[in-house]
């Protein structure tokens, strides 16, 4: 095996970046792939086979950081533990501002759980990953029964080979189509429940049986399920709704159109679906117009024509040099946009294979994702093939449509009884945390209304306290969703503290008080506070470098500026807030010369 030699840094892939900027606590992005065995797991072993399979695949070990222009992943020292599972499946695993691992593995009862933000990898990636896994937990148990160590891919496999980039080795300006312009897909509405918590329905079924009734037809599996799913959702529609096309999104693996052993994200998609409603609305014509649709997308020139395409957009130059927070907003946009063009998805992660002294320890592999809409997973292993339906509504009409309707084509699926720990839970504490925070702010405030107009109608004090609980509402609001990183906390509170006392002076008089003693002594406390947060935590230099910038940069620009203009008349404190940070600034030049270097060319890429 050649020597595991990771980069420091690199930048996400092209579909990344678009989920890096999209996920949310209720869009997480995460997806679960597990496997079932037919013995209990150990948590000790299962934590021994994770350290192992991290040294085969380091590039897990990342974290994401923010730079100015684009989020990138960065090598981490953080390691991953094992528990026992103890929260809602496809939970937030990416939360802004808090350095932790982009993957978790859990267990329960006789299941090993992988589940990853989608930055990190796409399906193919984590297949790889939990086939390792698996193969090394179950070699720690069974060594002494005679099971042998197996290579589950190639020795001369390297880490740059994992960290390659498919989207930009592949990537060819010349070879882009021209973008049809897309008809809005039909939407399923469905009540859902409190903080739409993921709802979960799994069956199995023989592969064998499938592959008959699919050749019986002259198509493939893909092609087959894809157009039962079209088929169950159009059950659910009615006449005025069948004026808009069911469509579903269906991923496709790239790597085996375009040679790669990348383990980040390298796939694209396609977009069967079928308007019904013009008189051949039967399961042969949706059949038939899908496999037909297949044929003519599935070839390598359509799939790297929607690729260049998609690439060209991270390239434009505009969206390249737009900061990264007005870039989230319009991809977030663009994703909002998208939505409208796609009913459900379908993903396919195809067989699953072990060597065959182990599959006799194993029942079958398992895979599903967080979704804001409906969506199904399936994969394979042996002639278990397992169908996993998520979505955030109440109804399983659309389910119980599909499973007819392969049972009317002689397919017949066998229900998954969920089994997950009664503590499992979503994961919302934070979000009633800050709710229960905002109610208490507005009742303060509307008490000192309601006591103003009670007790002193004539006066209009009213006025101050509401700017002062904004105030202090924007103070605290902001140190809680940045608790995660209290160097950044920090200055968020230089920015509010500062800017807020300025406006506060203007608008009760302007006395200059903001500008001669609270901006400097605010600026040189941050200072201070940030220099002890990065001592006390032990911070290397990547860590507070940025930071260290950004206060010093603003604590000699800013005071410099209202000096030059005249807006300072008082300026003893402004003069050692300069000179203080002008000092502060060299510090990190001459002694941390290299680290500045890096840090500025991390977080300034684009």
Avoid at 412 to 432: I, L
């Amino acid at each position: 095996m050649f020597q595991q030699r990771r980069a420091y840094w690199r930048n996400l892939d092209n579909a990344a970046k678009m989920f890096s900027a999209a996920s949310s606590p209720k869009d997480t992005r995460v997806f679960r792939f597990y496997c079932v065995l037919k013995e209990k797991i150990d948590g000790s072993v299962l934590k021994m086979a994770l350290d192992q399979t991290i040294q085969k695949y380091p590039v897990f070990l990342s974290v994401m950081r923010k730079g100015l222009f684009w989020h990138y992943l960065e090598e981490s020292d953080l390691r991953p533990v094992v528990r026992e599972e103890y929260k809602e499946p496809c939970s937030h695993l990416y939360i802004r501002d808090k350095k932790e691992l982009l993957f978790e593995v859990t267990y329960y009862k006789n299941r090993i759980n992988f589940e990853v933000f989608h930055a990190l990898t796409d399906g193919t990636g984590a297949t790889e990953f939990l086939r390792e896994l698996v193969k090394n937990y179950l070699y720690l148990m069974h060594e002494k029964d005679g099971l042998e160590n197996v290579i589950l891919t190639e020795q001369d496999l390297t880490v740059k080979d994992q960290e390659e980039d498919g989207f930009g080795r592949y990537y060819n300006p010349d070879e882009r189509g021209t973008r049809k312009k897309k008809n809005h897909a039909y939407q399923i509405r469905r009540e859902s429940k409190e903080y739409e918590e993921l709802q979960i329905g799994e069956t199995t079924a023989s592969v064998k049986e499938l592959l008959e009734v699919s050749r019986k037809h002259g198509v493939s599996m893909s092609v087959f399920l894809t157009a039962a799913m079209i088929c169950a959702i159009h059950e659910e529609q009615s006449k005025m709704q069948e004026k808009k096309p069911v469509i579903l999104m269906v991923p496709v693996n790239l790597r085996k159109i375009f040679p790669s052993d990348s383990m980040l994200n390298f796939f694209s998609y396609i977009e069967p679906g079928y308007r019904f409603g013009e008189g051949k609305d039967s399961f042969d014509d949706v059949l038939e117009a899908t496999k037909q649709y297949f044929e003519e997308n599935l070839s390598k020139e359509k799939i790297a024509e929607r690729m260049n395409n998609l690439i060209a957009y991270e390239k434009h130059k505009i969206l390249k040099w737009a900061p990264l927070e007005l870039k989230n907003r319009c991809i977030k946009m663009g994703a909002k946009l998208a939505e409208r063009e796609v009913t459900a998805v379908l993903s396919n992660m195809s067989v699953v294979k072990m060597p065959p002294e182990y599959a006799k320890y194993i029942e079958r592999f398992g895979v599903y994702t967080s979704t804001m809409r409906t969506e199904l997973c399936v994969c394979s292993f042996g002639d278990t093939l397992s169908f996993a339906f998520t979505s955030r509504y109440d109804s399983t009409n659309i389910q119980r449509n599909f499973y007819r309707i392969l049972k009317e084509q002689g397919i017949f699926a066998k229900k998954v009884e969920a089994d997950y720990p009664k503590e499992a839970k979503p994961n919302y504490e934070g979000k009633k945390v800050f709710q229960i925070f905002n109610f208490c702010c507005i009742a303060a405030v509307v008490l000192c209304i309601m006591l103003n107009l009670v007790l002193t109608p004539d006066l209009h004090w009213w006025i101050f306290a509401v700017a002062g609980g904004f105030s202090m509402w924007l103070a605290f609001a902001t140190g809680y969703l940045k608790r995660y990183n209290l160097l950044k906390n920090a200055m968020w509170q230089l920015l509010i503290v500062s800017i807020g006392s300025i406006l506060w002076d203007i608008f009760t008089g302007w006395h200059r008080w903001s500008v001669d003693l609270v901006l400097p002594l605010v600026c040189l406390i941050v200072e201070i506070l940030m220099e002890l947060i990065a001592r006390i935590q032990s911070h290397p230099p990547k860590e507070y470098m940025i930071y260290y910038v950004m206060a010093s940069v603003y604590s000699m620009i800013l005071p410099l500026i209202l000096m030059a203009t005249g807006v300072i008349l008082y300026r003893a404190f402004a003069v050692i807030c300069v000179g203080l940070s002008f000092l502060f600034f060299i510090r990190l030049l001459l002694f941390r010369k290299k680290e500045f270097k890096e840090e500025m060319y991390k977080k300034f890429h684009v």
